[in-house]
């Protein structure tokens, strides 16, 4: 199995938290991994470091046998790492069309010389980028919406719209910060449905944040457990179900601690 | 026809900009339609840092000043004529948007403000100071008109000139909206964060929107400079970055036509309700706070929908957008 990301070692401190320490991670090529944890074990911090929102003070992060850390955000977006936030954040006053454009950004060459003028590589970008888009959409099955405003989009709708945008930037690395929060049971299974497609149709390696483990379960082939800023365990789905400090991690102690966190 | 003056702002824009001076001969009147030019080629550029792009720039007057005060030392001290003055009024203004921005970018809302704020009271400082060259408050008088070989733009022409760079401005909004650049811009002031994550480079393209938005305002000041043929630190004060932010968000940020509705309004509104004296401070307030209180529907898109619905026969309630 190739590697598409490899952590290694990746510490952080906000002046006296030490809030990731050692922590190493490899996601391989066109699998779908996970990262889980209880709440406040790093693992959205673990993102915003990887995807260039945060500096490690220390460690390696190499992606692509590249090593990226301290490049900023948009960089890494050129070179393939695309993510999602765990509050929705779209560009609310776009429209939805507009917003998975705004995924090709980094693909279009087209200057201020080309916009201006109207250019037949302005044109011929625009009508691609339009296509392809609506394409995206189509995936996403939102094609209907696509003139909708971000904002009026259902809650359901606005976690599907992040993905696709995620996927116009053609990413080949995406990270799904807590995709189905907030969802049903139905809505989740449609969202691993589509997830899984991204992942075998599309050939997109992604590496996910939840807190549902069904879900995890299902979906990931291998996993990672954060506590504490530290990794506790890796490996498939069966061998974290069974493994003593993960359970720990979840549920506390079973004997003599009493303490228990969610 | 119909259609076309409905989707297209610009036309409705030009129509009325050819038309009207044609109908007044009044030297009042064709001043305060030269102003409200003036005033909309400001609004118009702000809004591309302002409306488009979220930058609060409070010191968009200065920028119009400097264009103003160059034209004034190139025509004064070296005989420039108007058309080479307006390009360099235009750049430096440019490159002075260029030295506030850089530095300034990181800050957001409020702070940038406050930044762009004292950015406008330095350089009234230092006209007001600078005798050798601004000749302090006492201002530079004399400036030369428009003249191409042995024709002197009358007023009336000054409209028309003003108006081409106007028609410029609006056409650089319209084509910017519609592009890449444009949906970074949008990006940006929806949300920094997200944009960054998208692969914009968030600050780039801020100093981008503050070279566009600074460049046309020194333009305006050319022409301005080269009408009044006298500049003074008292044309360019904050009050005036004030009135110019205003006017964008009456008429609708990030619309096209918007800006210049806000203009004609707020230009109009002061002379029309002269006779109210200072009651008419009162009622333009009013109007700003009515209009921050529903800036849901601004002013443009109300008009836009509603004369939309006049043209066309089947009641049309979709939401209009002007960015198409």
Not at chain 2, 33 to 39: E, G, W
Not at chain 2, 62 to 67: A, N
Not at chain 2, 156 to 185: D, P
Request: with cysteine.
């Amino acid at each position: 199995m190739i590697n598409i990301l490899d952590v290694s070692n990746v510490g952080i401190r906000f002046g006296g938290l030490q809030a990731l320490k050692n922590v190493s991670l490899v996601v391989g090529k066109d699998r779908i991994s996970a990262l889980i944890g209880p709440n406040g074990a790093g693992k959205t911090t673990l993102f915003n470091i990887i995807s260039g929102f945060l500096t490690p003070n220390e460690g390696k992060i190499i992606y692509e046998g590249k090593e990226i850390q301290g490049m900023p955000p948009f960089k890494l977006t050129e070179i393939g790492i695309s993510r999602t936030f765990q509050n929705t954040r779209l560009l609310q006053d776009m429209t939805v069309l507009e917003n998975v454009q705004l995924g090709y950004h980094c693909k279009m060459k087209q200057a201020f010389y080309d916009v201006i003028f109207q250019t037949k590589k302005y044109n011929n970008e625009e009508k691609k980028s339009k296509n392809d888009a609506l394409e995206v959409l189509e995936f996403a099955g939102m094609v209907d919406l696509k003139d909708e405003f971000a904002k009026n989009l259902p809650y359901g709708y606005q976690k599907k719209l992040e993905i696709a945008r995620t996927i116009a930037t053609g990413a080949r690395l995406i990270l799904l910060d807590e995709p189905c929060a907030g969802m049903n049971t139905a809505e989740k299974e449609a969202l691993g449905v589509l997830i899984e497609s991204i992942n075998r149709d599309l050939k997109k390696t992604i590496l996910l944040i939840e807190h549902d483990m069904r879900f995890v379960m299902n979906l990931s082939k291998s996993i990672t457990v954060l506590n504490q800023g530290r990794v506790i365990a890796e490996g498939e789905p069966t061998e974290i179900q069974n493994n003593p400090y993960v359970i720990e991690a979840y549920l506390g102690r079973t004997k003599g601690g009493g303490q228990t966190s969610a | 026809m119909k259609n076309l003056l409905c989707k297209n702002p610009i036309v409705l824009m030009a129509i009325l900009w050819i038309v009207v001076p044609i109908f007044i001969h009044s030297n009042y009147f064709i001043h305060i339609m030269f102003m409200t030019t003036i005033y909309a080629i400001l609004a118009s550029s702000l809004n591309i840092a302002v409306g488009i792009t979220g930058l609060p720039n409070l010191s968009h007057a200065t920028f119009f000043g400097i264009g103003a005060y160059v034209a004034a030392i190139g025509s004064l001290n070296f005989n420039l004529p108007f058309y080479v003055t307006l390009f360099i009024g235009g750049f430096i203004a440019m490159v002075f948007g260029v030295i506030l921005g850089i530095p300034t970018l990181r800050l957001k809302g409020f702070y940038l403000a406050l930044v762009t704020i004292g950015f406008g009271q330095v350089i009234r400082i230092v006209e007001l100071n600078w005798m050798s060259v601004t000749n302090g408050p006492m201002g530079l008088p004399g400036i030369s008109g428009a003249v191409i070989g042995s024709y002197e733009l009358s007023p009336k022409a000054f409209i028309y000139y003003g108006f081409v760079i106007l028609l410029i401005v609006s056409i650089i909004t319209k084509r910017l909206l519609k592009s890449k650049i444009g949906r970074a811009l949008m990006a940006i002031k929806n949300d920094e964060v997200v944009a960054n994550a998208l692969g914009v480079d968030v600050t780039k393209f801020k100093v981008f929107a503050f070279i566009i938005s600074s460049f046309f305002a020194g333009m305006a000041g050319t022409v301005y400079a080269h009408y009044v043929t006298f500049v003074s630190p008292d044309s360019f004060t904050a009050a005036d970055s004030t009135t110019v932010l205003c006017m964008v968000i009456l008429g609708g940020m990030g619309t096209i036509l918007g800006p210049v509705i806000g203009a004609i309004v707020l230009t109009i509104a002061p002379e029309a309700l002269r006779f109210a004296d200072l009651y008419r401070v009162v009622f333009i307030g009013m109007v700003m706070v009515v209009s921050i209180i529903f800036k849901e529907c601004n002013c443009a898109e109300v008009i836009i929908s509603k004369t939309k619905n006049l043209f066309s026969r089947q009641s049309n309630r979709d939401e209009v957008s002007l960015h198409d």
